[in-house]
């Protein structure tokens, strides 16, 4: 991870978008840093709520969090593995 903090940009498509990366935990397991990105974000909910000024504000955050959802990405390339091992 030493490489991380040189990152200064991000491409995509010919496009250049400047970044900066700001190190949040170092952790020795992939689950030690997963529980503290859970503890992480449940106090970055809390003070986003805690500065909500109107209900409406509060709702829109609940809609926005429960429209959240993971999709897998479909393989293009068409050689990857089965879950299983096999090919």
């Known amino acids: 991870c030493s490489a991380l903090p040189f990152v200064r940009q ?6 250049r978008y400047p970044c900066f990366l700001n190190t949040l ?11 503290f990105l859970i503890q992480y974000n449940r106090r970055q909910l809390l003070m986003l709520l805690q500065n909500c000024t109107n209900e409406e504000e509060r709702r829109c955050i609940q809609k926005s969090l429960l429209s959240c959802s993971l999709t897998e990405e479909q393989s293009q390339s068409g050689d990857e593995e089965d879950d299983d091992g096999t090919e």
């Not at 935990?25 to 529980?35: A, E, S």
Request: with cysteine; proline share 0%; aromatic share 0%.
């Open 10 to 15: 991000l491409e995509s498509r010919n496009q």
């Open 25 to 35: 935990h170092v952790g020795g397991t992939i689950r030690t840093c997963q529980k």
